[in-house]
Protein backbone atom coordinates (compact mmCIF):
# COMPACT_ATOMS: atom_id res chain seq x y z
CA UNK A 1 0.00 0.00 0.00
CA UNK A 2 1.42 3.06 -0.79
CA UNK A 3 0.52 6.81 -1.78
CA UNK A 4 3.55 8.30 -2.40
CA UNK A 5 2.90 11.77 -3.75
CA UNK A 6 -0.51 14.62 -3.15
CA UNK A 7 -2.36 15.67 -6.45
CA UNK A 8 -3.52 19.18 -5.54
CA UNK A 9 -7.05 19.43 -7.22
CA UNK A 10 -6.15 22.38 -9.67
CA UNK A 11 -3.54 19.82 -10.99
CA UNK A 12 -5.87 17.21 -11.58
CA UNK A 13 -8.34 19.81 -12.95
CA UNK A 14 -5.44 20.56 -15.79
CA UNK A 15 -4.18 16.97 -16.02
CA UNK A 16 -7.53 15.77 -17.30
CA UNK A 17 -8.65 18.88 -19.12
CA UNK A 18 -6.02 17.05 -21.67
CA UNK A 19 -8.45 14.29 -22.38
CA UNK A 20 -12.17 13.45 -23.40
CA UNK A 21 -13.26 12.19 -20.10
CA UNK A 22 -15.39 14.63 -18.94
CA UNK A 23 -14.91 16.38 -15.61
CA UNK A 24 -13.59 15.07 -11.73
CA UNK A 25 -15.95 13.90 -9.57
CA UNK A 26 -13.67 12.17 -7.12
CA UNK A 27 -9.57 10.77 -6.81
CA UNK A 28 -8.81 8.26 -3.96
CA UNK A 29 -5.76 7.58 -3.19
CA UNK A 30 -5.89 3.74 -3.55
CA UNK A 31 -3.92 1.53 -1.11
CA UNK A 32 -2.53 -1.48 -3.45
CA UNK A 33 0.82 -0.86 -5.96
CA UNK A 34 4.09 -0.73 -3.82
CA UNK A 35 6.16 1.28 -6.99
CA UNK A 36 3.78 3.62 -7.78
CA UNK A 37 0.99 6.23 -6.79
CA UNK A 38 -2.19 5.11 -7.90
CA UNK A 39 -5.87 7.24 -7.56
CA UNK A 40 -9.10 5.48 -8.51
CA UNK A 41 -10.32 8.53 -10.97
CA UNK A 42 -14.11 8.66 -11.47
CA UNK A 43 -15.13 11.64 -14.07
CA UNK A 44 -18.42 12.15 -15.95
CA UNK A 45 -17.70 9.75 -18.71
CA UNK A 46 -16.61 6.67 -16.06
CA UNK A 47 -13.65 5.11 -14.17
CA UNK A 48 -10.01 4.89 -14.55
CA UNK A 49 -6.82 4.59 -12.81
CA UNK A 50 -4.55 7.47 -12.59
CA UNK A 51 -1.06 6.15 -12.00
CA UNK A 52 1.93 8.56 -11.06
CA UNK A 53 5.11 6.81 -11.54
CA UNK A 54 7.59 6.94 -8.29
CA UNK A 55 11.41 6.81 -8.64
CA UNK A 56 11.50 2.79 -9.02
CA UNK A 57 10.28 2.93 -12.34
CA UNK A 58 12.47 4.05 -15.37
CA UNK A 59 10.30 6.36 -17.54
CA UNK A 60 12.65 4.92 -20.38
CA UNK A 61 11.03 2.05 -19.62
CA UNK A 62 7.17 3.36 -19.31
CA UNK A 63 6.48 3.46 -23.88
CA UNK A 64 7.31 -0.52 -23.13
CA UNK A 65 4.64 -1.03 -20.67
CA UNK A 66 2.11 1.14 -22.19
CA UNK A 67 2.36 0.10 -25.53
CA UNK A 68 2.07 -3.72 -24.23
CA UNK A 69 -1.19 -2.76 -22.28
CA UNK A 70 -2.60 -1.09 -26.00
CA UNK A 71 -1.09 -4.18 -27.78
CA UNK A 72 -2.09 -6.89 -25.34
CA UNK A 73 -5.90 -5.50 -25.03
CA UNK A 74 -6.24 -5.15 -28.56
CA UNK A 75 -5.77 -8.67 -28.75
CA UNK A 76 -7.95 -9.75 -26.48
CA UNK A 77 -6.47 -9.66 -22.84
CA UNK A 78 -8.19 -8.12 -20.58
CA UNK A 79 -5.73 -5.69 -18.94
CA UNK A 80 -6.16 -1.78 -18.22
CA UNK A 81 -5.80 0.30 -21.27
CA UNK A 82 -3.72 3.53 -21.57
CA UNK A 83 -6.10 6.36 -22.40
CA UNK A 84 -4.60 8.35 -25.11
CA UNK A 85 -5.03 12.56 -24.58
CA UNK A 86 -6.80 14.69 -27.24
CA UNK A 87 -3.16 15.02 -28.54
CA UNK A 88 -2.86 11.30 -28.75
CA UNK A 89 -0.06 10.78 -25.99
CA UNK A 90 -0.48 7.81 -23.51
CA UNK A 91 2.07 9.56 -21.21
CA UNK A 92 1.70 13.13 -19.16
CA UNK A 93 2.87 14.96 -16.66
CA UNK A 94 1.32 15.18 -13.33
CA UNK A 95 3.06 16.27 -9.81
CA UNK A 96 7.01 16.30 -11.51
CA UNK A 97 5.65 13.07 -12.46
CA UNK A 98 5.10 11.08 -15.66
CA UNK A 99 1.99 9.92 -15.13
CA UNK A 100 -0.76 7.94 -17.43
CA UNK A 101 -4.72 7.14 -17.44
CA UNK A 102 -5.87 3.89 -17.76
CA UNK A 103 -9.56 2.31 -17.74
CA UNK A 104 -10.58 0.58 -14.90
CA UNK A 105 -10.94 -2.93 -14.34
CA UNK A 106 -13.95 -4.44 -12.24
CA UNK A 107 -12.66 -7.26 -10.33
CA UNK A 108 -10.87 -7.93 -6.98
CA UNK A 109 -7.69 -10.03 -6.28
CA UNK A 110 -8.41 -13.44 -4.48
CA UNK A 111 -6.95 -13.20 -1.20
CA UNK A 112 -6.89 -16.76 -0.66
CA UNK A 113 -6.37 -18.36 -3.76
CA UNK A 114 -8.43 -21.80 -4.28
CA UNK A 115 -7.86 -24.32 -7.22
CA UNK A 116 -10.69 -22.63 -9.91
CA UNK A 117 -8.25 -19.33 -9.44
CA UNK A 118 -4.62 -21.23 -10.08
CA UNK A 119 -6.84 -22.84 -13.09
CA UNK A 120 -7.71 -19.21 -14.49
CA UNK A 121 -4.74 -17.68 -13.80
CA UNK A 122 -2.89 -20.64 -16.04
CA UNK A 123 -4.85 -20.19 -18.63
CA UNK A 124 -5.13 -16.19 -18.71
CA UNK A 125 -0.67 -16.62 -18.61
CA UNK A 126 -0.64 -18.88 -21.56
CA UNK A 127 -3.35 -16.70 -23.74
CA UNK A 128 -0.87 -13.44 -22.86
CA UNK A 129 2.26 -15.04 -23.88
CA UNK A 130 0.03 -15.78 -27.21
CA UNK A 131 -1.09 -12.45 -27.08
CA UNK A 132 2.53 -11.01 -26.46
CA UNK A 133 3.62 -12.46 -29.88
CA UNK A 134 4.67 -9.62 -32.47
CA UNK A 135 4.87 -6.76 -30.17
CA UNK A 136 7.24 -4.74 -31.82
CA UNK A 137 9.26 -2.76 -28.31
CA UNK A 138 12.18 -5.09 -26.46
CA UNK A 139 12.74 -5.24 -22.79
CA UNK A 140 15.34 -7.22 -21.44
CA UNK A 141 14.26 -8.60 -18.03
CA UNK A 142 16.34 -6.57 -15.68
CA UNK A 143 15.93 -8.86 -13.12
CA UNK A 144 16.51 -12.30 -14.40
CA UNK A 145 19.44 -14.87 -14.12
CA UNK A 146 22.52 -13.11 -15.22
CA UNK A 147 21.20 -9.90 -13.08
CA UNK A 148 20.95 -12.19 -9.71
CA UNK A 149 24.47 -12.41 -8.83
CA UNK A 150 25.56 -8.51 -8.72
CA UNK A 151 22.33 -7.68 -6.95
CA UNK A 152 23.20 -10.78 -4.37
CA UNK A 153 26.23 -8.59 -3.69
CA UNK A 154 24.89 -5.63 -3.03
CA UNK A 155 23.21 -8.07 0.24
CA UNK A 156 25.86 -10.81 0.39
CA UNK A 157 27.65 -9.42 3.49
CA UNK A 158 24.80 -8.75 5.63
CA UNK A 159 22.29 -12.02 4.54
CA UNK A 160 23.19 -14.11 7.39
CA UNK A 161 21.49 -11.46 9.67
CA UNK A 162 18.35 -12.58 8.19
CA UNK A 163 18.97 -16.12 8.49
CA UNK A 164 22.26 -18.03 9.75
CA UNK A 165 24.11 -19.89 6.60
CA UNK A 166 21.98 -17.65 3.96
CA UNK A 167 25.20 -15.94 2.27
CA UNK A 168 26.50 -19.74 1.68
CA UNK A 169 22.88 -21.06 0.47
CA UNK A 170 22.36 -18.25 -1.57
CA UNK A 171 26.26 -18.69 -3.37
CA UNK A 172 25.84 -22.03 -4.07
CA UNK A 173 22.20 -21.79 -5.53
CA UNK A 174 23.60 -19.20 -7.31
CA UNK A 175 26.00 -20.88 -9.05
CA UNK A 176 24.34 -23.85 -9.66
CA UNK A 177 21.69 -21.96 -11.64
CA UNK A 178 24.32 -20.46 -13.43
CA UNK A 179 25.65 -23.77 -14.32
CA UNK A 180 22.66 -25.05 -14.97
CA UNK A 181 19.90 -22.58 -16.70
CA UNK A 182 18.28 -23.73 -19.84
CA UNK A 183 19.23 -22.09 -22.85
CA UNK A 184 16.97 -21.68 -26.34
CA UNK A 185 13.47 -22.04 -24.78
CA UNK A 186 10.87 -20.49 -26.33
CA UNK A 187 11.07 -16.61 -25.21
CA UNK A 188 8.79 -13.60 -25.92
CA UNK A 189 7.02 -11.13 -23.34
CA UNK A 190 6.28 -12.21 -20.07
CA UNK A 191 4.53 -10.64 -17.22
CA UNK A 192 6.98 -11.70 -14.50
CA UNK A 193 4.89 -10.43 -11.89
CA UNK A 194 1.71 -12.23 -12.02
CA UNK A 195 1.41 -12.67 -8.51
CA UNK A 196 -2.50 -12.49 -6.75
CA UNK A 197 -3.04 -9.24 -6.08
CA UNK A 198 -2.27 -8.57 -10.20
CA UNK A 199 -5.17 -10.81 -10.69
CA UNK A 200 -8.47 -9.56 -10.81
CA UNK A 201 -11.33 -12.33 -10.35
CA UNK A 202 -15.47 -11.91 -10.13
CA UNK A 203 -15.95 -14.95 -8.48
CA UNK A 204 -14.11 -17.61 -9.61
CA UNK A 205 -14.49 -15.72 -12.93
CA UNK A 206 -11.00 -14.20 -13.85
CA UNK A 207 -11.79 -10.77 -15.08
CA UNK A 208 -8.25 -9.03 -16.12
CA UNK A 209 -4.72 -8.54 -15.21
CA UNK A 210 -3.12 -5.60 -13.69
CA UNK A 211 0.37 -4.38 -13.15
CA UNK A 212 2.76 -5.14 -16.31
CA UNK A 213 5.43 -2.47 -14.72
CA UNK A 214 7.95 -5.75 -14.75
CA UNK A 215 6.80 -6.94 -18.04
CA UNK A 216 10.20 -7.64 -20.43
CA UNK A 217 11.20 -10.36 -22.57
CA UNK A 218 12.55 -14.24 -20.97
CA UNK A 219 11.28 -17.19 -21.37
CA UNK A 220 7.52 -17.85 -21.39
CA UNK A 221 8.62 -20.95 -19.25
CA UNK A 222 10.12 -18.77 -16.84
CA UNK A 223 6.61 -17.00 -16.16
CA UNK A 224 4.67 -20.00 -15.47
CA UNK A 225 7.37 -20.91 -12.90
CA UNK A 226 7.22 -17.76 -11.03
CA UNK A 227 2.81 -18.21 -11.23
CA UNK A 228 3.87 -21.59 -9.39
CA UNK A 229 5.88 -19.56 -6.81
CA UNK A 230 3.35 -17.31 -6.67
CA UNK A 231 -0.42 -19.52 -6.55
CA UNK A 232 0.54 -23.09 -5.35
CA UNK A 233 2.17 -22.59 -1.93
CA UNK A 234 0.09 -22.22 1.09
CA UNK A 235 0.62 -20.13 3.74
CA UNK A 236 2.33 -22.57 5.75
CA UNK A 237 4.82 -23.06 3.54
CA UNK A 238 3.29 -26.09 1.57
CA UNK A 239 3.44 -26.98 -1.70
CA UNK A 240 -0.26 -27.56 -3.16
CA UNK A 241 -0.08 -30.11 -5.84
CA UNK A 242 -3.46 -29.80 -6.95
CA UNK A 243 -3.30 -26.29 -7.68
CA UNK A 244 -0.02 -26.93 -9.40
CA UNK A 245 -2.12 -29.33 -11.82
CA UNK A 246 -4.68 -27.16 -11.85
CA UNK A 247 -2.21 -24.20 -12.85
CA UNK A 248 -0.31 -26.12 -15.31
CA UNK A 249 -3.01 -27.88 -16.95
CA UNK A 250 -5.10 -24.66 -18.24
CA UNK A 251 -1.89 -23.43 -19.24
CA UNK A 252 -0.85 -26.52 -21.48
CA UNK A 253 -4.16 -26.46 -22.78
CA UNK A 254 -3.98 -23.06 -24.77
CA UNK A 255 -0.17 -23.34 -25.21
CA UNK A 256 1.37 -26.93 -24.81
CA UNK A 257 4.61 -26.74 -23.50
CA UNK A 258 8.04 -28.19 -25.11
CA UNK A 259 9.84 -31.20 -23.87
CA UNK A 260 12.57 -28.56 -22.94
CA UNK A 261 9.98 -26.28 -21.19
CA UNK A 262 9.11 -29.35 -19.46
CA UNK A 263 12.56 -30.38 -18.72
CA UNK A 264 13.85 -27.08 -17.71
CA UNK A 265 10.57 -26.49 -14.99
CA UNK A 266 12.28 -27.55 -11.88
CA UNK A 267 15.38 -25.35 -12.32
CA UNK A 268 12.79 -22.09 -13.66
CA UNK A 269 11.20 -22.28 -10.30
CA UNK A 270 14.39 -22.42 -8.97
CA UNK A 271 15.43 -19.15 -10.25
CA UNK A 272 11.93 -17.97 -9.69
CA UNK A 273 12.33 -18.72 -6.19
CA UNK A 274 15.76 -16.84 -6.32
CA UNK A 275 14.34 -13.59 -7.69
CA UNK A 276 11.93 -12.86 -5.53
CA UNK A 277 14.02 -14.32 -2.65
CA UNK A 278 16.96 -11.50 -3.75
CA UNK A 279 14.73 -8.95 -4.26
CA UNK A 280 12.82 -9.12 -0.74
CA UNK A 281 16.08 -9.78 1.19
CA UNK A 282 17.48 -6.31 -0.53
CA UNK A 283 14.39 -4.70 0.43
CA UNK A 284 14.41 -5.93 3.73
CA UNK A 285 17.97 -4.96 4.37
CA UNK A 286 17.11 -1.69 3.51
CA UNK A 287 13.99 -0.41 5.43
CA UNK A 288 14.17 3.34 5.42
CA UNK A 289 13.09 4.56 9.30
CA UNK A 290 9.50 5.42 9.23
CA UNK A 291 9.07 3.69 6.28
CA UNK A 292 5.67 3.66 4.94
CA UNK A 293 6.14 -0.10 3.39
CA UNK A 294 6.18 -3.32 5.86
CA UNK A 295 8.91 -5.37 3.37
CA UNK A 296 7.59 -8.91 2.64
CA UNK A 297 9.65 -11.49 4.27
CA UNK A 298 12.26 -12.50 2.30
CA UNK A 299 12.23 -16.25 4.17
CA UNK A 300 9.10 -17.25 2.74
CA UNK A 301 11.27 -17.78 -0.88
CA UNK A 302 14.14 -19.67 0.56
CA UNK A 303 11.18 -22.15 1.46
CA UNK A 304 9.84 -22.44 -1.96
CA UNK A 305 13.51 -22.58 -3.16
CA UNK A 306 14.33 -25.47 -0.90
CA UNK A 307 11.45 -27.31 -2.33
CA UNK A 308 12.28 -27.02 -5.47
CA UNK A 309 15.55 -28.42 -4.96
CA UNK A 310 13.60 -30.96 -3.71
CA UNK A 311 11.69 -32.16 -6.87
CA UNK A 312 12.41 -34.68 -9.45
CA UNK A 313 10.78 -33.45 -12.31
CA UNK A 314 7.53 -31.51 -13.98
CA UNK A 315 5.23 -34.29 -12.55
CA UNK A 316 6.33 -33.16 -9.13
CA UNK A 317 4.23 -29.94 -9.86
CA UNK A 318 1.09 -31.95 -11.49
CA UNK A 319 1.88 -31.67 -14.77
CA UNK A 320 -0.14 -34.36 -16.34
CA UNK B 1 -3.32 6.82 4.66
CA UNK B 2 -4.04 3.58 6.46
CA UNK B 3 -5.39 0.51 5.66
CA UNK B 4 -5.05 -1.31 8.61
CA UNK B 5 -7.09 -4.42 7.90
CA UNK B 6 -7.28 -6.63 4.89
CA UNK B 7 -10.55 -8.58 3.89
CA UNK B 8 -11.23 -11.38 2.09
CA UNK B 9 -13.23 -11.59 -0.76
CA UNK B 10 -15.22 -14.56 0.36
CA UNK B 11 -15.84 -12.45 3.93
CA UNK B 12 -16.86 -9.38 2.13
CA UNK B 13 -19.27 -11.37 -0.12
CA UNK B 14 -20.91 -12.64 2.60
CA UNK B 15 -21.43 -9.30 4.33
CA UNK B 16 -22.59 -7.55 1.23
CA UNK B 17 -25.23 -10.56 0.99
CA UNK B 18 -27.03 -9.04 4.54
CA UNK B 19 -27.65 -5.71 1.79
CA UNK B 20 -30.16 -5.28 -1.38
CA UNK B 21 -26.80 -3.33 -3.26
CA UNK B 22 -26.31 -6.14 -5.50
CA UNK B 23 -23.09 -8.08 -6.05
CA UNK B 24 -19.25 -6.80 -5.76
CA UNK B 25 -17.88 -5.62 -8.76
CA UNK B 26 -14.80 -3.84 -7.31
CA UNK B 27 -13.21 -3.01 -3.41
CA UNK B 28 -10.30 -1.12 -3.01
CA UNK B 29 -8.49 0.19 -0.03
CA UNK B 30 -8.52 4.11 0.36
CA UNK B 31 -5.74 5.90 1.47
CA UNK B 32 -8.13 8.55 3.38
CA UNK B 33 -8.52 8.38 6.82
CA UNK B 34 -6.15 7.56 9.76
CA UNK B 35 -8.64 6.31 12.59
CA UNK B 36 -10.52 3.25 10.42
CA UNK B 37 -9.94 1.31 7.33
CA UNK B 38 -11.82 2.54 3.79
CA UNK B 39 -12.44 0.58 0.91
CA UNK B 40 -14.40 1.97 -1.87
CA UNK B 41 -16.79 -0.21 -2.50
CA UNK B 42 -18.98 -1.13 -6.01
CA UNK B 43 -21.81 -2.97 -6.71
CA UNK B 44 -23.72 -3.55 -9.23
CA UNK B 45 -25.99 -0.94 -7.39
CA UNK B 46 -23.88 1.91 -7.06
CA UNK B 47 -20.86 2.99 -5.08
CA UNK B 48 -20.78 3.14 -1.18
CA UNK B 49 -17.78 3.40 1.62
CA UNK B 50 -17.17 0.63 3.63
CA UNK B 51 -15.74 1.29 7.04
CA UNK B 52 -14.23 -1.09 9.48
CA UNK B 53 -14.03 0.77 12.42
CA UNK B 54 -10.59 0.34 14.36
CA UNK B 55 -9.41 0.09 17.94
CA UNK B 56 -8.97 3.82 18.06
CA UNK B 57 -13.29 4.27 17.62
CA UNK B 58 -15.47 3.01 20.94
CA UNK B 59 -18.05 0.49 19.53
CA UNK B 60 -20.33 2.02 22.11
CA UNK B 61 -19.61 5.51 20.13
CA UNK B 62 -20.78 4.03 16.78
CA UNK B 63 -25.00 4.59 17.26
CA UNK B 64 -24.23 8.42 17.84
CA UNK B 65 -22.42 8.79 14.97
CA UNK B 66 -24.25 6.52 12.29
CA UNK B 67 -27.56 7.88 13.98
CA UNK B 68 -26.34 11.30 13.61
CA UNK B 69 -25.54 10.81 9.86
CA UNK B 70 -28.97 9.42 9.22
CA UNK B 71 -30.37 12.57 10.90
CA UNK B 72 -28.28 15.34 9.58
CA UNK B 73 -28.95 13.40 5.85
CA UNK B 74 -32.99 13.76 6.70
CA UNK B 75 -32.26 17.43 7.15
CA UNK B 76 -30.67 18.28 4.17
CA UNK B 77 -27.02 18.33 5.18
CA UNK B 78 -24.82 16.34 2.21
CA UNK B 79 -23.18 13.55 4.33
CA UNK B 80 -22.84 9.81 4.15
CA UNK B 81 -25.87 8.08 4.61
CA UNK B 82 -25.30 4.54 6.17
CA UNK B 83 -26.99 1.98 4.72
CA UNK B 84 -29.52 -0.61 6.38
CA UNK B 85 -29.23 -4.21 5.68
CA UNK B 86 -32.30 -5.97 5.20
CA UNK B 87 -32.79 -6.67 9.00
CA UNK B 88 -32.46 -2.67 9.57
CA UNK B 89 -28.87 -2.77 11.13
CA UNK B 90 -26.51 0.09 10.06
CA UNK B 91 -24.07 -1.89 11.94
CA UNK B 92 -21.92 -5.14 10.73
CA UNK B 93 -19.18 -7.21 11.74
CA UNK B 94 -16.42 -7.73 9.29
CA UNK B 95 -12.93 -8.99 9.82
CA UNK B 96 -13.50 -9.27 13.34
CA UNK B 97 -14.49 -5.36 13.17
CA UNK B 98 -17.22 -3.28 13.73
CA UNK B 99 -18.17 -2.29 10.41
CA UNK B 100 -20.57 -0.12 8.46
CA UNK B 101 -21.76 0.50 5.01
CA UNK B 102 -22.27 4.62 4.21
CA UNK B 103 -23.42 6.09 0.64
CA UNK B 104 -20.25 7.11 -1.72
CA UNK B 105 -20.32 11.09 -2.06
CA UNK B 106 -19.06 12.97 -4.63
CA UNK B 107 -16.04 15.50 -4.87
CA UNK B 108 -12.57 16.25 -3.27
CA UNK B 109 -11.34 18.26 -0.62
CA UNK B 110 -8.95 20.95 -1.76
CA UNK B 111 -5.42 20.62 -0.66
CA UNK B 112 -4.54 24.35 -1.06
CA UNK B 113 -8.10 25.86 0.74
CA UNK B 114 -9.39 29.11 -0.77
CA UNK B 115 -11.53 32.01 0.15
CA UNK B 116 -14.30 30.65 -1.31
CA UNK B 117 -13.47 27.23 0.06
CA UNK B 118 -13.69 28.86 3.69
CA UNK B 119 -16.95 30.47 2.65
CA UNK B 120 -18.33 27.21 1.48
CA UNK B 121 -17.34 25.60 4.87
CA UNK B 122 -18.90 28.13 6.87
CA UNK B 123 -22.19 28.65 5.22
CA UNK B 124 -22.17 24.65 5.70
CA UNK B 125 -20.85 24.36 9.10
CA UNK B 126 -23.79 26.62 10.20
CA UNK B 127 -26.35 24.25 8.09
CA UNK B 128 -24.81 21.25 10.30
CA UNK B 129 -25.38 23.08 13.65
CA UNK B 130 -29.06 24.07 12.71
CA UNK B 131 -29.39 20.31 11.40
CA UNK B 132 -28.21 19.39 14.53
CA UNK B 133 -31.32 20.16 16.83
CA UNK B 134 -33.07 17.48 17.60
CA UNK B 135 -30.98 14.58 17.39
CA UNK B 136 -32.28 12.42 20.15
CA UNK B 137 -28.20 10.91 21.50
CA UNK B 138 -25.96 12.50 23.50
CA UNK B 139 -22.08 12.09 23.25
CA UNK B 140 -20.28 14.14 25.65
CA UNK B 141 -16.88 16.22 23.94
CA UNK B 142 -13.97 13.53 24.91
CA UNK B 143 -11.59 15.73 23.61
CA UNK B 144 -13.25 18.60 25.18
CA UNK B 145 -11.68 21.07 27.66
CA UNK B 146 -11.91 19.23 31.02
CA UNK B 147 -9.89 16.48 29.04
CA UNK B 148 -6.75 18.39 27.86
CA UNK B 149 -5.20 18.82 31.39
CA UNK B 150 -5.40 14.94 31.47
CA UNK B 151 -4.17 14.49 28.29
CA UNK B 152 -1.13 16.63 28.73
CA UNK B 153 -0.42 14.96 31.98
CA UNK B 154 0.89 11.62 29.65
CA UNK B 155 3.24 13.78 27.80
CA UNK B 156 4.32 16.74 29.86
CA UNK B 157 7.19 15.09 30.76
CA UNK B 158 8.61 14.70 27.41
CA UNK B 159 7.24 18.10 25.67
CA UNK B 160 10.35 20.01 26.55
CA UNK B 161 11.93 17.16 23.87
CA UNK B 162 9.74 18.85 21.46
CA UNK B 163 10.51 22.35 21.93
CA UNK B 164 12.56 23.81 24.60
CA UNK B 165 10.02 24.86 27.25
CA UNK B 166 6.69 23.48 25.55
CA UNK B 167 5.92 21.73 28.92
CA UNK B 168 5.72 25.11 30.55
CA UNK B 169 4.24 27.29 27.78
CA UNK B 170 0.94 24.49 27.29
CA UNK B 171 0.84 24.19 31.00
CA UNK B 172 0.51 27.82 31.92
CA UNK B 173 -1.95 28.00 28.84
CA UNK B 174 -4.34 25.42 29.96
CA UNK B 175 -4.06 27.24 34.01
CA UNK B 176 -5.63 30.00 31.52
CA UNK B 177 -7.75 28.42 29.99
CA UNK B 178 -9.26 26.37 33.01
CA UNK B 179 -9.67 29.59 34.39
CA UNK B 180 -11.05 32.08 31.31
CA UNK B 181 -13.29 29.30 29.93
CA UNK B 182 -16.90 30.17 28.87
CA UNK B 183 -19.86 28.96 30.15
CA UNK B 184 -23.75 28.62 28.94
CA UNK B 185 -22.82 29.17 25.16
CA UNK B 186 -25.41 27.77 22.82
CA UNK B 187 -24.59 24.30 23.03
CA UNK B 188 -25.62 21.35 20.39
CA UNK B 189 -24.11 18.70 18.29
CA UNK B 190 -20.61 19.86 16.58
CA UNK B 191 -18.72 17.63 14.02
CA UNK B 192 -15.44 18.84 15.89
CA UNK B 193 -13.27 18.02 13.28
CA UNK B 194 -14.15 19.60 10.38
CA UNK B 195 -10.67 20.11 8.37
CA UNK B 196 -10.22 20.27 4.48
CA UNK B 197 -9.98 16.75 4.33
CA UNK B 198 -13.35 16.20 5.61
CA UNK B 199 -14.85 18.76 3.17
CA UNK B 200 -15.91 17.67 -0.67
CA UNK B 201 -15.99 20.09 -3.03
CA UNK B 202 -16.63 19.83 -6.87
CA UNK B 203 -14.55 22.93 -8.40
CA UNK B 204 -15.56 25.32 -5.61
CA UNK B 205 -18.72 24.48 -4.83
CA UNK B 206 -19.64 22.04 -1.52
CA UNK B 207 -20.44 18.67 -1.83
CA UNK B 208 -20.66 17.22 1.32
CA UNK B 209 -19.09 16.89 4.67
CA UNK B 210 -17.71 13.51 5.77
CA UNK B 211 -15.74 11.92 8.97
CA UNK B 212 -18.68 12.37 11.42
CA UNK B 213 -16.29 10.09 14.13
CA UNK B 214 -15.20 13.04 16.34
CA UNK B 215 -18.78 14.42 16.45
CA UNK B 216 -19.96 15.17 20.18
CA UNK B 217 -22.21 18.05 21.90
CA UNK B 218 -20.13 20.96 22.77
CA UNK B 219 -20.84 24.77 22.43
CA UNK B 220 -21.52 24.97 18.88
CA UNK B 221 -19.23 28.18 18.45
CA UNK B 222 -16.16 26.08 19.52
CA UNK B 223 -16.70 24.46 16.29
CA UNK B 224 -16.25 27.26 14.19
CA UNK B 225 -13.04 28.09 16.37
CA UNK B 226 -11.70 24.91 15.45
CA UNK B 227 -12.57 25.73 11.47
CA UNK B 228 -10.79 29.16 12.06
CA UNK B 229 -7.81 27.33 13.20
CA UNK B 230 -8.22 24.49 10.16
CA UNK B 231 -8.56 26.24 7.66
CA UNK B 232 -7.87 29.98 7.63
CA UNK B 233 -4.03 29.58 8.51
CA UNK B 234 -1.72 29.43 5.52
CA UNK B 235 1.60 27.11 5.10
CA UNK B 236 4.07 29.24 6.83
CA UNK B 237 1.42 29.76 9.47
CA UNK B 238 -0.20 33.39 8.51
CA UNK B 239 -3.27 34.13 9.89
CA UNK B 240 -5.36 34.74 6.56
CA UNK B 241 -7.74 37.52 7.48
CA UNK B 242 -9.32 37.41 4.40
CA UNK B 243 -10.40 33.57 5.17
CA UNK B 244 -11.22 34.37 7.95
CA UNK B 245 -13.71 36.99 6.99
CA UNK B 246 -15.26 34.67 4.25
CA UNK B 247 -15.67 31.96 6.96
CA UNK B 248 -17.04 33.84 10.01
CA UNK B 249 -19.33 36.04 7.18
CA UNK B 250 -20.85 32.83 5.94
CA UNK B 251 -21.33 30.89 9.13
CA UNK B 252 -23.22 34.17 10.67
CA UNK B 253 -26.28 34.47 7.73
CA UNK B 254 -27.14 31.18 8.58
CA UNK B 255 -26.44 31.38 12.07
CA UNK B 256 -26.05 34.55 13.50
CA UNK B 257 -23.48 34.27 16.57
CA UNK B 258 -25.13 36.29 19.94
CA UNK B 259 -22.99 38.91 21.92
CA UNK B 260 -21.35 36.05 24.54
CA UNK B 261 -20.24 34.31 21.47
CA UNK B 262 -18.48 36.60 19.37
CA UNK B 263 -16.86 37.75 22.64
CA UNK B 264 -15.57 34.05 23.45
CA UNK B 265 -14.27 33.37 20.22
CA UNK B 266 -10.66 34.17 20.87
CA UNK B 267 -10.53 31.57 23.94
CA UNK B 268 -12.24 29.50 21.82
CA UNK B 269 -9.76 29.69 19.36
CA UNK B 270 -7.14 29.03 21.88
CA UNK B 271 -8.83 26.53 22.87
CA UNK B 272 -9.44 24.37 19.75
CA UNK B 273 -5.32 25.07 18.99
CA UNK B 274 -4.65 23.71 22.08
CA UNK B 275 -7.04 20.70 21.44
CA UNK B 276 -5.01 19.22 18.45
CA UNK B 277 -1.76 20.68 20.00
CA UNK B 278 -2.23 18.34 22.33
CA UNK B 279 -3.31 14.85 20.32
CA UNK B 280 -0.60 15.76 18.03
CA UNK B 281 2.07 16.30 21.08
CA UNK B 282 0.60 12.97 22.52
CA UNK B 283 1.03 10.81 19.22
CA UNK B 284 4.44 12.71 18.10
CA UNK B 285 5.70 11.14 21.26
CA UNK B 286 4.21 7.80 20.48
CA UNK B 287 5.14 6.38 16.55
CA UNK B 288 5.28 3.04 16.95
CA UNK B 289 8.53 1.88 14.95
CA UNK B 290 7.86 1.03 11.19
CA UNK B 291 4.52 3.07 12.00
CA UNK B 292 2.88 3.35 8.62
CA UNK B 293 1.43 6.88 9.54
CA UNK B 294 3.91 9.73 9.86
CA UNK B 295 1.92 11.62 12.56
CA UNK B 296 1.14 15.64 12.01
CA UNK B 297 3.61 18.04 13.46
CA UNK B 298 2.29 19.36 16.32
CA UNK B 299 4.37 22.60 16.37
CA UNK B 300 1.81 23.74 13.64
CA UNK B 301 -0.48 24.12 16.56
CA UNK B 302 1.69 25.99 18.78
CA UNK B 303 1.81 29.15 16.09
CA UNK B 304 -1.67 29.04 15.77
CA UNK B 305 -2.10 29.33 19.87
CA UNK B 306 0.35 31.89 19.96
CA UNK B 307 -1.48 34.27 17.67
CA UNK B 308 -4.86 33.35 18.88
CA UNK B 309 -3.39 34.93 22.37
CA UNK B 310 -2.07 37.64 19.97
CA UNK B 311 -5.55 38.64 19.21
CA UNK B 312 -7.76 41.10 20.98
CA UNK B 313 -11.10 40.43 19.93
CA UNK B 314 -13.43 38.17 17.29
CA UNK B 315 -12.84 41.51 14.79
CA UNK B 316 -9.05 39.96 14.52
CA UNK B 317 -10.42 37.36 12.50
CA UNK B 318 -12.79 38.95 10.82
CA UNK B 319 -16.01 39.47 12.17
CA UNK B 320 -17.89 42.11 10.73
Redesign the interface.
Request: proline share 7%; net charge negative.
Given at each position: ?A?YT?????D?ARFVARYDIG??????????GVENTNF?L?TTAG?FILTLYEKRVDPGDLPFFLGLMQHLARRGVICPQPVAARDGATLGELAGRPAALVT?????????PVVEHCAGVGRALAGLHLAGEGFGLVRPNALGQAAWAPLFAQSADRADSVAPGLTAEIGGELAALAAGWPQGLPAGVIHADLFPDNVF??GNRLSGLIDFYFACDDFLAYDLAICLNAWCFEPDGAFNFTKGQALLTAYCRERPLGPAEVAALPVLARGAAVRFLLTRLHDWLR?PP???V?PKDPLEYLGKLRFHRAVASARDYGLL
Amino acid sequence: MAVYTEVADEDLARFVARYDIGRVLSCKGIAEGVENTNFLLQTTAGHFILTLYEKRVDPGDLPFFLGLMQHLARRGVICPQPVAARDGATLGELAGRPAALVTFLEGMWPRRPVVEHCAGVGRALAGLHLAGEGFGLVRPNALGQAAWAPLFAQSADRADSVAPGLTAEIGGELAALAAGWPQGLPAGVIHADLFPDNVFFLGNRLSGLIDFYFACDDFLAYDLAICLNAWCFEPDGAFNFTKGQALLTAYCRERPLGPAEVAALPVLARGAAVRFLLTRLHDWLRVPPGALVVPKDPLEYLGKLRFHRAVASARDYGLL
